[in-house]
């Protein structure tokens, strides 16, 4: 699919033609970017603030509480935010895409696409994973600011840490590579989760019970692969970013 896909863009731009449709692409990426940004927001401020409460109840016991906040901005920027992202995505926006490609290919739609000479790979395909793809990273910043304010606002209320000092710490630990890092998976991430939910809704078989099916594999498939690409990622940045 990948191959073709590419192939059918290229042709494409050889013939200075824009290799997707604008107004899908647009479309696409509000749906999958703006439409998310609420769910994202909310989940990582508990998750933010679920990360430092129990990190700063840890750290007590040492007396380092002063640690919470390089721990808890780092870790959402590198690992949490990125992986939490990848995982609302392939859950919302993956199964979407599933579930609508497998619908149109148990419908005969994706055939008469191709029948009337347009290539469905590029018509379908291409504004889906690009939007995903592109939009991953934005969201991903979104998810760390959110979730470094949740933990900010609890270490304030449990732990005695005011907002000040917090953004200070943050500012002094956060290097630009966690940065880079971050976003680097975001995008990698973001296209897994796009060439898994439009591969496993056009092998869609078997009518509607077949997209339900199709459905739920790629949700499973599109997380299980996230974590293991976020786990190959951490392994290759520990050894040549340490």
Do not use: W
Not at 123 to 137: E, G, K, N
Not at 201 to 211: D, E, I, T
């Amino acid at each position: 699919m990948v191959r073709e896909t590419v192939s059918e863009t290229m042709e494409r731009i050889k013939a200075h033609r824009t290799p997707v449709r604008l107004e899908h692409f647009f479309e696409e990426s509000n749906r999958a970017g703006v439409g998310s940004v609420p769910m994202v927001i909310l989940l990582s401020v508990f998750v933010g603030l679920t990360m430092a409460l129990l990190t700063g109840y840890q750290l007590q016991f040492f007396g380092l509480v002063t640690l919470v906040p390089a721990v808890a901005s780092v870790s959402f920027t590198r690992e949490m935010g990125p992986l939490f992202t990848g995982i609302v995505l392939a859950s919302r926006i993956g199964a979407a895409y599933t579930a609508e490609l497998g619908a149109m290919t148990a419908g005969g739609e994706v055939a008469a696409i191709e029948g009337m000479g347009i290539g469905a790979l590029r018509y379908l395909v291409t504004p889906r994973i690009l939007a995903i793809f592109f939009l991953t990273p934005c969201l991903t910043v979104i998810s760390v600011v959110a979730g470094i304010c949740g933990a900010a606002f609890i270490s304030d209320l449990m732990l005695q840490i005011s907002y000040g000092f917090f953004y200070d710490q943050v500012i002094a630990n956060l290097l630009v590579k966690d940065l880079m890092a971050g976003i680097v998976k975001s995008f990698l991430f973001g296209a897994i989760i796009g060439l898994i939910a439009c591969y496993k809704g056009l092998s869609v078989r078997g009518g509607a019970a077949g997209v339900g099916t199709a459905t739920t594999s790629s949700v499973v498939t599109a997380i299980s692969a996230v974590i293991i690409c976020d786990s190959f990622c951490n392994v290759f940045i520990v050894l040549f970013f340490p």
